[in-house]
Each structure stands twice: as C-alpha cells, then as structure tokens.
C-alpha cells in the first residue's frame, strides 16, 4: 500500500577495492620473532644433501693436500664441485633484481594511479553532484524499481568506470547503508530522505586503460578516506571497511 | 614371606574383575571397508546456504601453505563453521631443467615441489561467505594461490588411487 512505503529514494553505490599486491612490512615484534625462530630451526635442522656433499669434498680436499701422492679414485671424469655450484647460484642470485616497493606513483603522491601504495586496499571515489554541493563519494546510481539492488551498483561501477572493467561482486547483500534527510528546502511529501546501499567489489585486474573515466576520480586507502568523505558517510562507510 | 605375598585377585575374591569398564563402552561393529561417498546439500531459496565449499590453497613452500591451513580452520572454527575435513592432496614434483645454448651446453636442474592442503567446510551462509572470502584474502601469504570451490563427486574421486588390477579382473569375470 503507497501510504505505508517509505518515502525514501533508494541508491546503489559500489565499493571497488584493488588488493594489495605485497605483503605489508613486518612490525618490530614480528620481525624479532622471526629472527628467533629462524635461528632456533637452523640450530635443530639437520645437514641437507647439498651439506653433506660439500663437507665431504671439503675433506677429500684436505686429506689431498696433506699426502700429496694419495690419488682415491680415478678423477677421469670431471665433478663438479658443490663449492662451485654454490658459486653460480650466487652469481645468478645478484643479477636478479626484484621490483621497487615504493613506487613513483607513491614518491608524486599521484593519488590518481594505481600502483601506489601497494601494500594496502585501495578505494575508488568520483566527485558526484547532489543537490546543489559538488561531493566525493563512492560512485553511486538511483535505483530503479524492478532491478536488484546489487545489479544498480554494477551499474553505478558501469557509469564511471566503462563497461570492461574485471570486477568480481561476491555476494548479493549490501555491506552497509546510509541514509539522510533532504534539507528542508528540498524535502516533499514524497521525498524525505534517501537511502544509500553499499556493495563491495574486487578488482581483477589491475589494467584500467580501457576504463573511460567521466568525472573526477581518486584511488585512496582507508586512512586517507577522512580527507575527502563526510563525517557521517565516513563513519558509515568505515563499519565495513576491514584494514 | 613379603617378598612372596602377591596381591592378584582370583576369581573368588570379591575384589575380581575390579580394572574392566569395556562391558560398560558402546559396542562397536564389524569395521566396515569401504568408503562413504560424499553428502551434498541442496541449496535452498531465501536462506541461502552453501553445500560443501572446498578452499585449495597451493604453494611451493611447504610450512607456509601448512600454516596457512592451519590458520584457515582455527579461523571457521572461531567464527562457529562446520570444517567437514582438512586434508592434504598429494605433492607434485616438476624437474625445471635450463639449456644454456651460449657456451658450453649445461643443463642445470631445478626440482620444485607444488604442495596442496584442501579445508573442507560445511553450512555457509549467504550473507556471511563474502565477508569469509574478504577475510581470507586479504590475510594470504605471498606466494600462496587460493581457490574456493563447490565439492564435487570428481573432486572427491582425485583423491582416490585407482587400481588397473582389480579393474582388470572386474572386466575379466563381467
């Protein structure tokens, strides 16, 4: 019956988050519990296969130089010493170089990209209009009657992202909701207030330029959320938000 | 004569017998050979709930995969989920051989060993799986795949060894 519904407008808005890449660093604890433990395990380890080889031509080396006329077994075939595999194993490992954790994106501080900041979520926002203000939030559609809230904030993710975007939504409920009154202005018999849903999303992948970005658009991690939300939707939003 | 004096209760005493609580035990019956097949639950409508949900978690490095496992079923079993089995599928050994064509032709060899621990778990909500997933992601270790997956009869066969003689007699006597 329309007198008992609501009069709220209902919107759908999409949390797209980008994963972190690498592990974050180890806090001082941990990485005292680490040395520890390493160091308990080596001293318990028993040799390995390479170990032995090596102690035991170690030895015949030995033995090889103190009686010069001993000669143990034919040395027609040519072995290969562990001490010289070790050797290239060592030269391979320095020409090896692994990828910059920090990266320029982080050292600009270009909260536009991607690729900073790798060890945390990242969050989209989008500057959206409402009411007369100019808002950052997380990109946000009206809901249309007869669709399933989780297919408006895919479509919400639709509008400001492009459609080829590799986005995995888990499950079909909404993470957490916001709702507000219109100013007093604005409201009507009809309108009183809207209520926002919010959904989450994994980004696959990590290739956005086929992304056709409309408006405004930031990358950000939860500690940076408070720069640009309100205090209320921030608080909101923070409940479902995992570190 | 202390030396000599034993103190084993014989029939007539009254104290006989005093040691035995087997009669007092559930009896068990014959142990029975063969394996039960899985039992699948039918997910309904409104109430959503998972059947059998497999988590794969595969790694090069064995402690790290095994802890990881760990971790995972401590994990259902603080947050009060049904874990059916965790069990481990069989190591994978490949031999990484290089050819250097440059200079002399050497072949060095790598053996790696791809390890696979599977939690087996039971009576997922709807609501509560996303969250689980998030969870368990974002607390992986580098280097370690994760897969989430329906249980499924081929599933539980992989787990199986077939055995090509008794097959061999089946199809002789059929």
Known sequence: S?????????????????LPRITQP??????????????????????????IRKLEEEERLKRKKETLYDEDEARGKTVIMAQDLEEK??????????????????????????????????MLL?????????????PQVEWQPGEMLRSTAERAMATFLGDHIQAKVL?????????????????????????????KAFL?????????????????????LGDYLKPEYLKKVNRFLLD | DALLGCHRSYRSRPTHGIGKFKYLLPKEGPKKRKEKVQMKEIDAGTEYQYGDVNIQMTSYDLCLVEHFAQYVHRLCNRLSIR??????????TNE??????RGSKMQLDAVLTTHQRVVQIRGLSSTFAPVLLEIIQSSQPEGVHLLMKQHTEADFKSRLKSRPELEELLAEMS
Request: glycine content about 4%; some cysteine.
């Open chain 1, 2 to 18: 329309a007198a008992a519904r609501r009069p709220w407008r209902l919107f759908g808005a999409m949390c797209l988050l980008r």
């Open chain 1, 26 to 51: 180890l806090q001082k604890v941990e990485e005292e519990m680490a040395a520890l433990m390493e160091q308990i395990e080596l001293e318990k380890s028993h040799y390995s296969d390479h170990e």
């Open chain 1, 89 to 122: 194993w060592e030269q391979k490992f320095l020409q090896f170089k692994a990828a910059p954790r920090i990266t320029d994106a982080d050292k600009r501080n270009d909260r536009t990209s991607l690729n900073r900041k790798l060890d945390s979520n990242l």
């Open chain 1, 126 to 138: 989008v500057k959206q209009k409402i009411g007369n203000q100019e808002l950052w939030l997380l």
């Open chain 1, 171 to 199: 499950g079909n409920a909404p993470y957490g909701i916001y709702k507000y009154k219109f100013p007093r202005a604005i409201r009507t018999e009809d309108n009183v207030g809207a209520k926002v849903f919010f959904f």
């Open chain 1, 204 to 224: 696959q992948s990590s290739d956005l330029s086929q992304a056709e970005l409309k408006a405004d658009y930031l990358w950000v991690t939860k500690k940076e």
């Open chain 2, 83 to 92: 874990v059916n089995e965790s069990y481990a599928m069989p190591t994978k």
């Open chain 2, 96 to 101: 990484v051989l290089f050819m250097e064509e």
